[in-house]
């Protein structure tokens, strides 16, 4: 039996765990809400973020918030190598824009059609494995423009470790 258990948590730092965020990005409130799953099914947060113009506002709930400024969420060069254990498995995306009524919002939706047919052309050469779709939606209701998506991703715990530690490393070289 230890054996079993000693095996559990070792595919837990080997094997690959699915995780989906599903967003809303709303023009209207300058709002973002998201909420992550685990597995698709199991809802572990649900937040909204604040959009300003120098500062970031996270809330996790009524009463707790967190600030992050702009200038400190765009990262500097050599930075992104934290994100190389996660996977992007799925980008699914569509956007809605009021053009019942607005002929240069029904040119940007037909622009962004022809962005994503030739995305899509290049990710399935460059990704063959990921699932991408992108859309966009006409909408009657300005208070409905916005960005959803659905975006898949897998890592192991290990490789996200072993990326904090470089960075926590790299950190205390430069420091």
Known sequence: ???VVIAAILSIFIIHLPFSVKLFLS???????????????????S????I???SVFFHFSDKKAVMFPVSKMFPVKGSL????????????YATILNAGDSIAAFYVLSMLNCLNAAVYAYLKEARPLLDFKGDGII?????????????????????VLI????????????G
């Open 139 to 159: 909408s009657d209701k300005k208070t409905q423009n916005g960005i959803i998506a659905d975006i898949g991703i897998c890592f192991n715990v290990l490789s």
């Open 47 to 50: 937040c909204y973020a604040n």
């Open 81 to 92: 190598g934290f994100f190389k254990p996660f996977l992007v498995t799925k980008l699914n």
């Open 1 to 3: 039996m230890k054996y």
């Open 163 to 174: 990326a904090m530690f470089k960075t926590v490393l790299k950190g205390a070289k430069n």
């Open 52 to 54: 300003s113009d120098k």
């Open 27 to 45: 023009f209207y409130d300058k709002k973002l809400y998201f909420s992550i799953f685990f597995l698709k099914i199991i809802k572990l947060k």
